[in-house]
Structure formats: structure tokens, C-alpha cells
């Protein structure tokens, strides 16, 4: 594995080397799980810590449904890509991450001093989805960051059919599943070698 | 300020209480900033951490531009909404978040291992910039975390004409800027009461 470059100026962080490692530069994406299970517990503290960084005017449209049965998972393997399917099936808890379509019914309950920001979103059906969209895949990276917060490790998977997906588990329409989590201690073999980064120069500029 | 309740069920992390408080539970949303400047180092130090955890076959496609100078910055005030200005205006930094519409150009460098990846998803012109902004939004969630990491207040912005911000900053046309970020220690009040957020069992369900 390659040594993390991670600790770069690392005495302008605050947050500590153990945590760092934790949280970002120690961990991987796991290819295997081992078989021990993922209590329910520790889903739920899981959720208590991701839902409280900041999403735009407070709309939280994220919606989670934790798949821990045989029988749960073998309703979702199959939407999943081939090379996707024996990992996932490895997994003691598998989260399908979704949104929810009609996110803004909350408008006055999350952001009370501005209700008619319900009225105003959905006024533009477009900017309404699209405001779905970002902010929970804005929220989906606190929830990867939560999960190893557990001291789990989570496999991020994009390759499935979503459509799929929602009809087997949210058949009403209203939930739009957009991205998988397999949860678990790592396996054996759990990772590859870590992919590379780009350069600071070619992603950041300063003015 | 309301009280987190955010260590429910704390005995089942492994990210320390002091940790938990700076990224998640204690850490909120600044509306005004001192002046005490960020040291560009500080802003090197939040991309080592925010460039770690993953991205949808490693592409990477978050850019960023810091705006530290009174120059730079009154050249991004305009672009924003009128109840945005007096805040990032006090802000020592504010970060531009783009995604690279050719992010896929770096695939081969990226994902050594599936250098078609570059050809699979360029063959989907529509696919090809959804990935590209589901995976930067994903990012910037990571980048949040990162900048409380460095042990400042992170101010993301969505309220701003994006597509001015691109004429001024990007004109090439190539990036897209998707949101703001000031960045600074917090100023006199920075904050209003903590916004609720659903209960778990509206987010979160069990299969």
C-alpha cells in the first residue's frame, strides 16, 4: 500500500493525527468484508453523526435504508453490476442512499424562519430535483466519513441499476436510490493498492 | 444554541468525543468572520486531507480556487444573492468549488487499472457531467469536513449566479463552479440557533 502523503502541514490541523488516519487517509474502500456483524446500534450512531454537517437552506434529503437480511440483500444483488455483486453479497449491511423527491414538505419544520422557501423551490420543478440531487450527494460524503467514524469500513458503489432498484424498494415513486454503501469490518485481502491523486497544482488555484 | 444530541449511542464509535465536536456535532455553519487571515499553508493542509476519501472510479473532477485577495473577491460579490454579500465579505477566504467538465482527460493516470473508463463514459455525453457533479458534490462534503479540520469555520453558499461566477473566473468555459465556501475563524455571532433535523425514523428505515 502506498505510504499516504497525508501529513502534509499537518500543523495547520487541528483535528488529530489518529482521527485524520481514521477518517481520510488511512481509509479504504473495502473489497471484502469479514463476517462479523454490524450491530443496529451502531447504524443508528452512525446517522446521529452524519446528519448534522450543513446541507443548503437545512433540507436534509437524504434517506437511508440499511439492508442487513439474506433475504434483503438478495432482493438488491441481482440490480447490482456482475463485478459488483460478490462484494456486496460479502457485506454484513449494505446502505442503498437515496433521496427523497418531495424533500421540501419538511421546508417549514427544518427551516423555520424562512417557511416560504417551500413555495419559492418548488415553483421550479428543475431547481427542485437538482437541489435534491446535489445536496444529498453532499450528504452521502458525510455519511461515508460517519461510517468509518464507526470504525466500519465502506465501499461506495455506483454501479447498479437505480431503476431497478426503486422498484423493488421504494415501489411508490417517491425515494430515488443514487448510491450504495457496503458496511462491515474488512475481509481478507480487504483492498488494491491506492489509486493516485492528482496534483495540488492541478486542482487548486489560488487569486 | 441548542444542545447536540449527537452522542447517542457514542459507545459505538471509534472517533474520539474531541473529534466528533470539530467535524460534526460542535461545528456549525459561520456567518461572520474575524480578521484573522488563513495562512495559505492552512488552505494546502485542508486539500491534503479533502483529496483522500473516494470518489466514482477515482476521477477526482472537484477543482478549487481560493479568493483571498480584496481584488479577487470584489470581483466575486457581485455574483452573489444581495443577503449573501456582507457575510462573504468578511470571510479571509472564500473558495470557488468547480467540477471539470474534461475531468475524464485524467482517467488513465487516475485508474491505471481501466484506462477505458476514459472512452466508456465519454460515449454518454449526459452520463459523462452527472457523474461529474454527483462525485464533486461528494467531494465538497469532504472538503467541509477538511476545512473544520484545519480547526476553522467552513460557510458553504449556494445562493449565487453561477454562470456569472464562470464568465469572471472560468471563462474558458471549462469549469463549473457549483458552490461557495467562506472560510475563516468565526466573528462577533456567528451563528443563529441550531436548525432541527428529521427524527431517524423519517430518514431511516430497516430491511
Known amino acids: 500500500m502506498n505510504t499516504p502523503t497525508t501529513d502534509l502541514y499537518e500543523e495547520h490541523l487541528v483535528l488529530e493525527a489518529e482521527a485524520r488516519e481514521l477518517l ?20 443508528r450512531a452512525i446517522w446521529e453523526l452524519a446528519k448534522w454537517p450543513p446541507t443548503s437552506a437545512n433540507t436534509n434529503p437524504m434517506r437511508v435504508l440499511f439492508l442487513r437480511t439474506e433475504d434483503a440483500q438478495g432482493r438488491l444483488i441481482p440490480h447490482l453490476a456482475e463485478g459488483n455483486r460478490a462484494k ?26 424562512m417557511p416560504e422557501f417551500k413555495d419559492t423551490i418548488e415553483a421550479d ?60 469490518k ?12 492528482l496534483e495540488y497544482e492541478e486542482v487548486v488555484s489560488h487569486l
Chains 1, 2 share one sequence.
Open 24 to 43: 481520510f487517509t488511512g481509509a479504504r474502500t473495502a473489497n471484502s468484508f469479514s463476517e462479523e456483524p454490524v450491530p443496529d446500534e451502531a447504524l
Open 88 to 113: 456486496s453479497a460479502s457485506a454484513p449491511v449494505i446502505a442503498v442512499l437515496a433521496y427523497d423527491t418531495q424533500y421540501s414538505e419538511y421546508v417549514p419544520r427544518l427551516l423555520p424562519y
Open 125 to 184: 420543478p428543475v431547481k427542485h430535483q437538482e437541489h435534491a440531487r446535489f445536496n444529498s450527494a453532499l450528504q452521502a460524503g458525510y455519511f461515508l466519513l460517519s461510517v468509518r467514524a464507526a470504525g466500519l469500513a465502506a465501499g461506495p458503489l455506483g454501479g447498479f441499476d437505480s431503476d431497478g432498484v426503486d422498484k423493488e424498494f421504494f415501489p411508490d415513486g417517491r425515494l430515488k436510490s443514487f448510491l450504495l454503501v457496503n458496511i462491515g
Open 186 to 197: 474488512p475481509g481478507d485481502s480487504p483492498w488494491f493498492g491506492r489509486l493516485p491523486r
